[in-house]
């Protein structure tokens, strides 16, 4: 993946967070993850499937608290657990939706899966490099986890 190809998807994060809370995140140093077991996954991972000219996916991971916060800046107060995967799968598929316009219409995103649990840690393509980007909002620390190919 090239470096411009990643801040595609870094730009739709940041933007992402300022145009819904009016706060902006910061980016940390995207690194390479080692393995294939997603050790970034916080508490609430969206992620979503790419397919076409590029395939593997595209994951944002969030602490429970992070995702509360982000629920009430957007106005809501129910801070169920359902609300909650539904705002990590919304901001996967924002990110994803973004990036799709960049790549073009070869790049089809599925709709958003979210895993809540710690044990169920998302599983990353075996033959495609993984990029974590770290994200910090505040002052809460989220991921975003690019695996394309």
């Given at each position: 993946?090239?470096?411009?190809?990643?801040?595609?998807f870094?730009?739709?994060?940041?933007?992402?967070f300022?145009?819904?809370?009016?706060?902006?995140?910061?980016?940390?140093?995207?690194?390479?993850?080692?393995?294939?077991?997603?050790?970034?996954?916080?508490?609430?991972?969206?992620?979503?499937?790419?397919?076409?000219?590029?395939?593997?996916?595209?994951?944002?991971?969030?602490?429970?608290v992070?995702?509360?916060?982000?629920?009430?800046?957007?106005?809501?107060?129910?801070?169920?657990?359902?609300?909650m995967?539904?705002?990590?799968?919304?901001?996967?598929?924002?990110?994803?939706g973004?990036?799709?316009?960049?790549?073009?219409?070869?790049?089809?995103?599925?709709?958003?899966?979210?895993v809540?649990?710690?044990?169920?840690k998302?599983?990353?393509?075996?033959?495609?490099?993984?990029?974590v980007?770290?994200?910090?909002?505040?002052?809460?620390?989220?991921?975003?986890?690019?695996?394309?190919?």
């Amino acid at each position: 993946m090239k470096e411009a190809d990643l801040n595609v998807f870094i730009d739709g994060a940041v933007n992402y967070f300022s145009q819904v809370s009016g706060v902006s995140a910061r980016v940390g140093t995207p690194y390479l993850m080692d393995d294939r077991q997603s050790t970034a996954a916080r508490g609430y991972t969206g992620i979503i499937g790419v397919t076409g000219e590029r395939q593997g996916n595209v994951c944002f991971t969030a602490p429970k608290v992070l995702v509360k916060v982000l629920l009430m800046s957007l106005g809501e107060d129910d801070t169920t657990h359902e609300n909650m995967c539904d705002v990590v799968g919304e901001v996967a598929n924002t990110i994803s939706g973004n990036a799709r316009k960049f790549f073009g219409k070869e790049f089809m995103i599925s709709a958003p899966i979210v895993v809540a649990d710690q044990s169920e840690k998302p599983k990353l393509p075996v033959d495609v490099r993984s990029y974590v980007v770290p994200i910090a909002w505040r002052g809460y620390e989220a991921g975003l986890v690019i695996s394309l190919g």
